[in-house]
């Protein structure tokens, strides 16, 4: 394909901004049709950030044959019907995180999705930034030696009305901050720990608050994961090795873009410096076009598999504290 790639937009919230401000900065992607349940609501959306099309349904917009790929940015809740409509429409998806409610879900897509051979990926955006991916190489390098541990957490506020307090979104701590703790430590650690502790808050609204995590793996190696709703924005990450640490304090998985690398004397093992180019989020959509102009149906950088396995840990962690949505079957 050597034209633009021509992206459709489902749902146009606050992620969906965020993700079009990325985009406008890379020349080969076409802002091209915004949907929205209201018609009034795409139209204000498509003129501030410029996109050709504003449809007033997700249908509407399915049936567009000029539409590439969908980016599916709707509550975590709603993923699983929105995706299967792509797919039943023919199109490529990248759907934001987490893929799905639970694991089960994300099986049956990720199946559909092969069958009718298109391209599928979850929005898991720090796992093709610069930083992350440094990172990873440090770690699979050795530079700090055997990784022994993580510990990482996400606490953010949001007001009372949020979609994080509506159970029926599939609000909550895990699914929506959880994710990301227990993402990093997979991809530096392993996606399958020995055994998975947690112990979770429930809060007034039916969704968790709090959630503690252990993953523990061979030899005694953990990650000591959190994450919670307040009560006040809190983001970090520590990777500990046999030789050295790198400690992400520039929230880890959202707006760093430096880091370092030292041994147990402070002294510095490596540094590395990775500017985005706009937001970080334009890493995400140059991963998922590079594979759809490579014919790939999944990307390298964020494999099914891998996601399938987060969220496995986030069932299990649901299935401890015996915390289902009415909506799951
Ligand atoms: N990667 C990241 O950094 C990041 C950051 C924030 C959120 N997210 C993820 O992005 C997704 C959306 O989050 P958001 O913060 O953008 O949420 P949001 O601002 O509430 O936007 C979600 C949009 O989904 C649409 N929608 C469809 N069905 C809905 C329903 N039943 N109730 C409410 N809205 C519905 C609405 O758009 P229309 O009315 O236009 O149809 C709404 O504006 C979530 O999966 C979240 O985990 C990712």
Redesign the pocket.
């Known amino acids: 394909m050597n034209r633009k790639i021509r992206w459709g937009y489902?749902?146009?919230?606050?992620?969906?901004?965020?993700?079009a401000t990325g985009m406008s900065v890379l020349e080969d992607a076409e802002l091209y049709a915004?949907?929205?349940?209201?018609l009034e609501?795409?139209e204000n959306?498509a003129k501030e950030y410029g996109f050709t099309k504003a449809y007033g349904s997700?249908d509407e917009m399915l049936k567009d044959s000029k539409v590439d790929i969908v980016y599916?940015?709707?509550?975590?809740?709603?993923?699983y019907s929105?995706v299967k409509k792509c797919f039943e429409a023919g199109k490529h998806v990248l759907?934001?995180?987490?893929l799905t409610v639970n694991a089960a879900q994300a099986m049956e897509l990720i199946e559909m999705a092969r069958e009718k051979n298109l391209f599928f990926m979850e929005?898991?955006?720090?796992k093709c930034q610069p930083v992350f991916l440094k990172i990873k190489e440090w770690v699979e390098s050795g530079l700090i030696g055997e990784v022994k541990g993580i510990d990482a957490c996400f606490y953010t506020l949001a007001g009372e009305g949020?979609?994080l307090y509506?159970h029926?979104?599939?609000g909550g701590a895990l699914?929506?901050l959880g994710?990301y703790p227990v993402m990093y430590a997979c991809a530096m650690m392993g996606h399958e720990p020995k055994r998975i502790l947690s112990h979770t808050i429930m809060g007034e609204k039916r969704v968790d608050y709090l959630d503690s995590i252990v993953l523990e793996y061979e030899d005694g190696r953990f990650a000591h994961l959190s994450c919670g709703l307040g009560p006040e924005r809190r983001v970090s990450a520590y990777i500990l090795g046999t030789k050295g640490r790198i400690s992400i304090n520039d929230e880890f998985?959202?707006q760093a873009t430096k880091v370092t690398a030292y041994d147990f004397d402070n002294r510095v093992l490596a540094e590395f410096d990775g500017p985005f180019l706009k937001n970080?989020?334009e890493f995400?959509a140059i991963e998922a076009m590079e594979c759809l102009r490579a014919g790939l149906k999944e990307s390298p950088k964020v494999p099914l598999m891998d996601t399938l396995a987060v969220l496995k840990i986030l069932d299990t962690c649901r299935e401890n504290a015996g915390f289902r949505y009415d909506f799951e079957v």
């Open positions: 489902m749902g146009a919230g606050r992620i969906a901004g965020w993700f915004i949907a929205s349940r209201t609501k795409g959306f997700y599916v940015a709707t509550p975590v809740a709603e993923h929105c759907c934001e995180k987490v929005a898991a955006w720090t949020h979609r509506k029926e979104l599939a699914l929506d994710f998985f959202f970080g989020y995400e």
